[in-house]
């Protein structure tokens, strides 16, 4: 997504910023404003080379003004993205002058001594992609030990953070993309600098082992993609997710079709992501994605939410159920209401996280899915259970099994345990749809534009479904208005509840 609207005005988290007023590194603006800033993705973004003068003229401004190691910019992870952006666009026409391409160098230098273990996940990968770039892009000895040094991180990495159904391991849709993006990448350049053989025996076999391991893999990650985005081409909120950070799925799917890799169609009613812990169910024009995974890696939850037998679903294009999406990162109240399990359309106890999310990147008790059970028959389903709530007196666990089948949508949940608690399960509504309370407790779910039905929810306790307003987030730096149909009560466990949406089949 294009970034720039002139050659000194960038566009990041909805935000706009003078280059003129802020400069590089200006503390107007937060720490992942100025990150986006010094990315350059505007180099390889839509129409590029409608912006080609004001790229050659940015380039050459910021290697004038960073001078190496001094400011935000030169972090391993924004340092690592613009290697990737200035060579990708070099290859592609663009034109780095002598002192760029020196720059480039110290660049490349200076992240081989910066590599990001401590922190691991997308940040190690974003390096290890870095440094294969920049040791193909220039010769010599350095760039031989920047090649090595790469490739050896993406041997590794790749089958630790690329699941066995194509699901990058951090369970976030949005980083998702991004890998792919990044495998996407690694595919194309590594064709683009020839054979194996045209690199010296150093780096050969490590080479040809790498391009085989991300041409195998992309399929099947274009496929994950495809099972996790919803009709409206979109990719679904779970974990740290928003729109425009990662290219959409249907330029992913573009860029992979130029590259040979064959158009991915998702035909099946039922597909059960088993190692991602993701499950998609489709009828006619509805589509649930269903979370019954892990928050992440053990070792590495943050980019994790409480989210935990969470689900999204749509009519066609009309996104009905959600969950609550990300705007901002940083450490303060709205990062932490974002990731809680409230912003989810799922079950919580207590006002309690299913998971102890903290900080901005951190997370303590984890909720463990016990058990998931799927299959199809007069309906599709799934049936699941979670532990999150254990730690609370009486031990509560949530268990929760949807069924899918023509056009009815049904979501039974009980929770088990012991004792007096509050209880509360969320369904957040799409953008565009008013939530109205009928005579028999029913909840008229009202298309905004047409004024029409779109569709009926459904409780089996109506006397305590209650509405409110709230917001979704579908991008970073804001936010849309909407609703959300609470199911809100003081019981002793152990407790059920059935919701059940209907809509004339078809929709």
């Known amino acids: 997504m294009p970034s720039l609207s002139s050659q000194r005005e960038f566009l990041f988290l909805n935000q706009r910023g003078l280059l003129d007023e802020i400069g590089w590194d200006g503390p107007q603006r937060e720490k992942l404003w100025r990150y ?187 496929q994950w993609l495809k099972v996790m985005q919803h009709p409206d081409g979109e990719i679904g909120f779970f974990n740290d997710a928003a729109f425009g950070v990662a290219p959409s799925s249907a330029e992913l799917e573009d860029y992979a079709g130029r590259l040979g890799f064959p158009s991915t169609r998702v035909h099946e009613p039922l597909f059960y992501l088993q190692h991602s812990g993701y499950v998609r169910l489709q009828s006619h024009d509805a589509v649930a994605l269903i979370d019954v995974a892990p928050i992440g890696p053990d070792y590495l939850p943050g980019h994790a939410h409480a989210d935990t037998l969470s689900f999204e679903l749509s009519l066609g294009h009309q996104r009905v159920i959600v969950n609550g ?12 209401r974002q990731r809680s399990t409230r912003s989810h359309s799922t079950l919580v106890v207590d006002d309690e996280n299913s998971s102890q999310v903290w900080a901005g990147f951190r997370v303590a008790r984890r ?35 949807w069924q899918l089948a023509g056009g009815t949508f049904q979501v039974h949940d009980a929770v088990t345990g012991s004792g007096s608690h509050l209880i509360e399960i969320f369904f957040h509504l ?62 002793t466990l152990p407790f059920e509840h059935q919701a059940f949406f209907e809509w004339n089949k078809g929709n």
């Open 325 to 336: 999406g990300t705007s901002v990162y940083g450490t303060g109240p709205e990062r932490h």
């Open 36 to 222: 986006n800033q010094h990315y350059f993705n505007d180099l390889n973004a839509r129409d590029a080379d409608l912006r080609h003068g004001w790229h050659e003229w940015l380039v050459e401004d910021w290697v004038s003004r960073n001078p190496p190691g001094q400011g935000v910019g030169w972090d391993p992870y924004p340092t690592s993205l613009r290697i990737v952006n200035w060579i990708k666009w070099s290859l592609g026409g663009g034109r780095l002058s002598a002192a760029s391409i020196q720059s480039l160098a110290i660049q490349a230098r200076w992240l081989s001594q910066r590599l990001e273990f401590h922190l691991l996940g997308n940040h190690l990968f974003a390096n290890a992609k870095a440094l294969v770039f920049a040791g193909l892009f220039f010769e010599g000895p350095e760039a031989d030990t920047w090649l090595k040094t790469g490739l050896s991180i993406l041997i590794d990495e790749i089958p630790e953070q690329i699941l066995a159904d194509g699901g990058h391991f951090e369970r976030s849709t949005m980083y998702h993309a991004l890998a792919l993006e990044d495998v996407l990448d690694l595919c194309n350049v590594m064709r683009c600098y020839g054979p194996p053989h045209s690199r010296g025996s150093l780096n050969a076999a490590s080479l040809a082992a790498c391009q085989k391991s991300c041409e195998r893999r992309a399929p099947e990650m274009i």
């Open 367 to 401: 909720a463990r899915v016990l058990e998931c059970e799927v299959g199809e028959g007069e309906s599709l389903w799934v049936r699941a259970t979670h532990n999150g709530y254990s730690r609370l007196t009486g031990q509560p666990k949530h268990r929760r099994e």
């Open 430 to 491: 799409g953008p565009g749809l008013i939530p109205r309370k009928e005579a028999d407790g029913g909840v008229q779910l009202i298309d905004e534009q047409s004024g029409l039905r779109l569709a009926s929810l459904f409780s089996s306790e109506p006397s305590v479904l209650c509405l409110e307003q709230t917001s979704w987030h579908p991008f970073f730096g804001g936010s849309v208005p909407t609703w959300s149909v609470i199911v809100k009560t003081r019981q």
